[in-house]
């Protein structure tokens, strides 16, 4: 991101997101707090909308160059689980309980419609880490790697349930648990 007045505009708005939600922030709150115009604001972005999309594109990118850094290494199979589950740990700290409640509820279709892709696409370069992994005799043989996929996007679902995240002190806490279980399964790790 090259133009400061963008880059003023996206950390604004991610901060006030964050604190706030991106339903009750207003365009006007976000050229108040990053001192540009609305003008300006429409520049770089057509609406709030597009501008809730870049910021989690932006998130997204950057925990994908790191997660690809990890896969991509020459540390054993068993370490880039590990530090994959470090870095989904720390991406999931980053985003705020009021983020995530409107991104889930109160998001417009064409932003759920976006975000479902960018997941898909991201769980589908993780399926294929796996069936690679699963072809050197890193994971299960017997393990049907198109299961791995279903149950990661089973696992964005139950991160949506509103009873099961009434068991958890915040958004992240939930999606720590669903990762570790997902690695781990019930059984205490052997260290």
């Not at 003008?39 to 594109?57: A, C, G, P, R, S």
């Not at 020459?74 to 370490?79: A, M």
């Not at 990661?152 to 720590?176: F, H």
Request: glycine share 2%.
């Amino acid at each position: 991101m090259n133009n400061p007045k963008k880059q003023q505009i996206v950390s604004t708005a991610r901060d006030l997101f964050w604190k706030f939600g991106f339903r009750r922030v207003s365009i006007e709150e976000i050229c108040r707090e990053a001192n540009v115009s609305k003008m300006t604001f429409y520049k770089h972005f057509k609406n709030k909308d597009e501008l809730v999309k870049y910021i989690i594109d932006f998130i997204t990118g950057i925990a994908m160059k790191k997660y690809r850094e990890i896969m991509d290494s020459d540390i054993p199979f068993t370490e880039k689980v590990e530090k994959s589950i470090q870095l989904k740990m720390e991406s999931s700290n980053d985003m705020s309980q009021e983020f995530f409640d409107d991104f889930h509820k109160n998001a417009s279709p064409e932003l759920h419609d976006h975000f479902n892709k960018l997941v898909h696409a991201n769980l589908n370069t993780i399926q294929n880490d796996y069936i690679k992994a699963q072809k050197q005799g890193d994971v299960r043989p017997d393990i049907n790697p198109n299961f791995i996929l279903y149950y990661l996007d089973k696992m964005l679902e139950m991160a949506k349930d509103e009873n099961l995240m009434r068991l958890y002190k915040s958004p992240p806490d939930l999606i720590n648990e669903l990762t570790r279980f997902f690695f781990y399964g019930i059984l205490s790790r052997k260290t």
